[in-house]
């Protein structure tokens, strides 16, 4: 299976972004989805999480309220909306796939090569 995220770029502080991360290969309902960032000299962190069929999700602190995920079985596509941006939500966004389950670290099935997003204040 494979993971291609896109939508990523350049926005200035409380702009929006709207990532979205396509399936191919995989059943994609079958697996719980999960959107990580990697910001400059940080470690990659959980940022939101998403049930297989979409009726659960789960959020990182320091996104709830902003960001919001959701997903689209029949397009084998999971989506980031993210709104009110700041600087350190800087970072390359990553999306996951896992088995069966959300998960929250890194412990993943599938992974995409990920997509940069850069907030300038």
């Known amino acids: 299976g494979q993971l291609a995220e896109s939508g990523g770029g350049s926005v200035r502080a409380g702009g929006s972004l709207r990532l979205s991360c396509a399936a191919s290969?995989?059943?994609?309902?079958?697996?719980?989805l999960t959107w990580f960032r990697h910001a400059p000299g940080k470690e990659r962190k959980f940022v939101a999480g998403?049930?297989?069929?979409?009726?659960?999700?789960n959020y990182a602190d320091s996104v709830k309220g902003r960001f919001t995920i959701s997903r689209d079985n029949a397009k084998n596509t999971v989506y980031l909306q993210m709104n009110s941006l700041k600087p350190e939500d800087t970072a390359v966004y990553y999306c996951?796939?896992?088995?069966?389950?959300?998960?929250?670290?890194?412990?993943?099935?599938?992974w995409g090569r990920g997509t940069q997003v850069a907030v300038s204040s």
């Open positions: 998403i049930s297989m069929s979409g009726d659960s999700s």
């Open positions: 290969g995989l059943t994609f309902s079958r697996y719980g």
């Open positions: 996951a796939a896992t088995l069966g389950r959300i998960t929250t670290t890194l412990e993943a099935d599938y």
